[in-house]
């Protein structure tokens, strides 16, 4: 499946819930930033993974500091590395296609990104990256 058909599927739900890993998200976030600037994106993605969410009966599973955390590590990363495809970027990048441990590790205690603030609201990193 390519990003576009990814993300058409992610968009109308028609991809299933459990289908939709960790690397998809991180996909499907990567191809956001490809169309749209940082700020059209972000809001874009956070939408469309709430209606996702929802019609998966999954309404408790989305994180706002997760999805904004990694939605910023991945435009920061692809500013690096310049235009390329989904699998250049993510084989240049595999820190941000693993779940557990999860490269938010460098950034957030696991109180922190456990708490309901976080899940509702962005909040800033409280680790320093090493």
């Known amino acids: 499946m390519t990003t576009d058909e990814l993300i058409a599927r992610f968009e109308d739900a028609t991809l299933p819930g459990a289908a939709f890993d960790h690397a998809h998200h991180v996909e499907a976030a990567w191809g956001y930033l490809r169309r749209f600037t ?7 993605f956070t939408a469309a993974l709430q209606r996702f969410a929802a019609a998966n009966g999954a309404t ?3 994180h706002a500091t997760i999805t904004t955390a990694y939605m ?3 435009a920061e990363r692809m500013t ?3 235009a390329e495809e989904w699998t250049e970027f993510a084989a240049r990048h595999p820190d941000l296609l693993a779940w557990k441990p999860s490269v938010l590790a460098r950034y957030y205690r ?3 990104l456990a708490s309901e603030r976080a ?3 962005f909040v800033m990193p ?3 990256a090493d």
């Not at 940082?38 to 874009?44: K, V, Y």
């Open 60 to 62: 408790t599973k989305y």
């Open 72 to 74: 910023l590590l991945i």
């Open 126 to 128: 409280d680790r320093l």
């Open 38 to 44: 940082l700020p059209e994106a972000l809001a874009r």
């Open 119 to 121: 899940r509702t609201t």
């Open 110 to 112: 696991p109180e922190t």
């Open 80 to 82: 690096e590395t310049g």
